[in-house]
């Protein structure tokens, strides 16, 4: 168990909806990091939050957005969902002193969702 | 910008042996090497990480891994697996570590065989 939770568990929408999916960092973690699992591949980088703002995004279309709020916990929000968007969505938290991040990722159980 | 590549989709073994999972990386600045974990319907765990220092890494598990920067590769290996430790593996990197835009290999899947 690393502390890190995820809801929900699964989630079906059809195409064109918008999903949220949130995420409970581990305590005391200020940073928030999303990822896109697509079957039988390895974690996509979405975007990072760091004390409530977005820090880093990798190649993910602006309907890909979050937020993360002052207790540290997190959301991911998808809009106009695609077929493509059916993936295991994990979050990861970790810890950043300034100027540094070498903290280890502590990942959520993960939430699947299915486009149809 | 870097990049991971996992030499091996799958990987069976007989219990009670030695396996290693190869992986090579690219980048134009150093990097943080981690391996993770994923067992069936679970989220990522840490084995291992290398930052900086000895290129002979030790993780959780009875897993360890080599940091070869001549040839860009993060091996991981252990020396007699069991049938739990069949799962998901996954290379990654990263150019700052903390998780920022993390890297991670298209996965290799061991297989232990009674």
Redesign the interface.
Known sequence: E?G?TQSPTHLIKTRGQQVTLRCSSQSGHN?V?W?QQAL??????IF?YYREEE??R?NFPPRFSGLQFPNYSSELNVNALELDDSALY?C?S???VAG???????????TRLTVL | AQS?TQLDSQVPVFEEAPVELRCNYSSSVSV?LFW?VQYP??????LL?Y?SGSTLVKGINGFEAEFNKSQTSFHLRKPSVHISDTAEY?C?VSA????????????TRLFVKA
């Open positions: 690393t890190v940073t990091s990822y039988g591949q390895g974690p996509q980088f990072q820090n880093g990798g994990l990861a970790s810890t950043r540094s991040s070498t903290d280890t990722q502590y990942f959520g159980p993960g | 991971v943080y993770y319907n679970q989220g990522l765990q840490l990480k930052l996954f990654a700052q570590g903390g998780g920022f835009k993390t890297i991670f290999g298209a996965g």
